[in-house]
């Protein structure tokens, strides 16, 4: 595996911070290296979250992601800001229910999923987050699907067993467009 | 404890409790904040005390009382709350009681940001406190070595009986990395000779204190401290060093933003470009031995900071003239791309700085 | 020879620094005396503040601990702490407790934190000679009052007492004198009474001194004891402003 660095950015509630959590925890779950550096302080109360998630096979030095391998954005401001950073090739994905714009970028690999919508589908909006989980790990083999489902209860804390269901289900959905 | 994914300020709140710390006083300050939140859920679970102060005036004053009566004592800040408590530290220096600080430092000055920057190096290592008088000071690069360097601390307060601080800044409190937090066997204190417990008709009364009307007997306590400044100099210079051979510039660099440095010397060697590396780890005392295994092949140091060179005066010291002394640095808050790092030396390389 | 009377053993032998006619060695020996009898000098540890009194760590028979500037109740919440089986308490004067440290007592009040602060009010700042105290009086000529106090530009003088009072953590309040024998009798009351509110972990107890400073006030120390009489109670009430246990 490569080192994959990935932006996740949206709107603060979006489930942002978590996304690039749940990465990390299935990261090192797998035994690989893994930083996950967050934005943080008064942007994030209703403004922008962002967090840079870092895995490797090998010891990582700067957490701050400066050309990333996947840029995840979830509304567009976040897109604006963020499609700078990937890297020529790089993975795109696009929040496609709320980001009807296209991306500036030519020379990267783009997907929009319309993962606010399927989320709403599901009967909760907040598990967008986990469509678009779903649909980057069909896309990419940063790491197995199995791997983030057995760190909910360390990336969640007050999750259930219902909301758990939901999440699964939600990834799912985010893996079913892609296939 | 197997390895755990765990936020910066959490972990350290985390080492620092297994490594015996039953006292904690602070105040909320961003980005720090984290800590003294898990110090409130978790320090009572262990029958530990935590205390939010009305201040971080008053923090640091309760440190050093919670130090005098032998209690194994933490207090965290970020940038301007330090600057508050170091009138406390010139007190608890004096006094020769430990105790463990943590600058989860931030954008300066004044109110600034809460961004990372190493803006605190001459607040750090020079002090605000009045007097003659020395912190022990760590800045850790990794979560890691962070939660190593305050278990560790907790020991180096107590045997030296100084404070110990932890140079950190917002982007290793708030970032997330897997660690491995010890469990230090319980520190069965010993005894402490000096620490104030009340007598209980055991013993004559002890007292501690600062003010020595008599320059002969002020002097003569300032010559006790320096000796053990003296003593900790020798023993406590920590640094990591990389790829020396054959250099042709050293990076000087410390805490977070030696980790970009890092990526910036793989990027130079993937150019054919070689390019050492000195991280001093302890602040105080400064790492004056790592200077002298400077390969003949360098043509001069490159100090790298967040801040506008607070570091570099050290270097130049440690480098004895030898080398010419470069600066690269970034504040406020704004942190260099490896490339920016790249470039730069690249041009010193080159003869476009001098 | 029959011994009518002994010094306290809560006391040290040390010669005390105090100028003739203070009252500093009247209030210390009330404390000694009142922890002294109650059986605690043993489990006790004192803080001692910044002005006049730096130096009563050499005084009382106890641990002791030199704090900074107006900081003593947090310095003094950090050992209670640490110790909450002792009594802890702090000796601060005016300038400590009412100017510099206001933040730190007012807050370990709010705390309820289970310490008896002293707190020597004799409306000056004695150690640094003379200068006006937020305690200072109307129309009280200081070195920095030369013309007396003037509400306009310096305020009213600071009543410590009633604004503490107001808190529910303070337990116990009480302001007392020590210009004649009947007040030092009643001090050592209110003193004792404050201690055992500690002890009893009721909350944080203060007792407020009234004390001369013939000094910097440039009299006499009767005509001292005298203007404590005259023109300070009536500022200053003496009486309880809050006894644990009553209604408020």
Known sequence: MKTEKIICAGFGGQGILSMGQLLAYAGMDEGKHVTWLPSYGPEMRGGTANCHVILSQEPIDSPIISQATTVVVMNLPSLRKFEPYLESGGLLLINST??????????????RVPATQCAIDLGRDEVANMVMLGALLALTDVVEPDSVIRSFDKAFEHTTPELSELDVQAMKLGESLIK | MAKVLMKGNEAIALAAIKAGCRYYFGYPITPQTELLEYMASELPKVGGVFVQAESEVAAINMVYGAAAAGGRVMTTTSSPGYA?????????????????????SRGGPGLGNIQPAQSDYFQNTRGGGSGDYRLLIFAPASLQETVDLVQESFTLAQKYRMVVLISADGMLGQMMEPVDIKEVDSPEDEEKQWALTATEGKRPPRAIYSLYLDPVELEKANERLQANYEKVSK??????????????????????????????????????????????????????????????????????????????????????????????????????SPREIADEVKRILRGDKS | MTVLFE?????????????????????????????????????????????????????????????????????????????????????????????????????????????????????????????????????????????????????????????????????????????????????????????????????????????????????????????????????????????????R
């Open chain 3, 7 to 247: 010094k306290t053993s809560g006391l040290t032998d040390e010669p005390t620094i105090y100028c003739p006619g203070c009252s500093h060695g009247i209030i210390q020996r009330l404390v000694a005396e009142v922890l002294d009898e109650l059986g605690l000098m043993d489990s006790t540890i004192g803080v001692a503040a910044v002005g006049c009194s730096v130096l009563s760590y050499n005084y009382f028979n106890c641990d002791m601990l030199g704090a900074a500037h107006g900081r003593a109740p947090a310095s003094a919440t950090g050992i209670k702490r640490v110790h909450p089986g002792k009594m802890v308490f702090t000796y601060q004067g005016d300038g400590d407790l009412a100017s510099i440290g206001t933040a730190e007592i007012i807050h370990a009040a709010v705390r309820g934190e289970k310490i008896t602060a002293i707190f020597v009010n004799n409306a000056i700042y004695g150690m640094t000679g003379g200068q006006m105290a937020p305690t200072t009086l109307l129309g009280q000529k200081t070195s920095t009052s030369p013309d007396g106090r003037k509400a306009e530009s310096a305020g009213m003088p600071i009543r410590m007492c009633e604004m503490l009072a107001t808190l529910e953590g303070a337990a116990f309040v009480e302001r007392v004198a020590v210009n004649t024998p009947a007040h030092i009798r009643s001090a050592k009351q209110a003193i004792r009474q404050a201690f055992k509110t500690q002890q009893a972990g009721q909350g944080f107890s203060i007792v407020e001194v009234l004390s001369s400073c013939p000094t910097n006030w440039k009299l006499t120390p009767v005509a001292a004891m005298q203007w404590v009489e005259d023109q300070m109670i009536p500022y200053y009430p003496l009486k309880n402003f809050r006894t644990p246990g009553e209604a």
């Open chain 2, 84 to 104: 508050l408590m170091q009138e406390g530290i010139s007190y608890i220096a004096a006094a020769e009681t430990p105790c463990v600080i943590v600058n989860i």
């Open chain 1, 98 to 111: 709320l980001v009807k714009e296209e991306s500036g970028r030519v020379d990267v690999r783009t997907l």
């Open chain 2, 235 to 336: 023993l406590e210079e920590r640094y990591e060093l990389l790829q020396m051979d054959d250099a042709q510039l050293v990076i000087v660099t410390y805490g977070s933003v030696s980790r970009i440095v890092k990526s910036a010397i793989s990027l130079l060697a993937g150019e054919g470009i070689k390019v050492g590396l000195i991280r001093p780890i302890s602040l105080w005392p400064f790492p004056k031995k790592a200077f002298e295994q400077i390969p003949d092949s360098a043509k001069g140091l490159l100090t790298v900071e967040l801040s506008r060179g607070q570091m570099v005066d050290d270097v130049r010291i440690a480098a004895k003239g030898a080398l010419p002394v470069h600066f690269y640095g970034r504040c406020g808050g704004m942190i260099p």
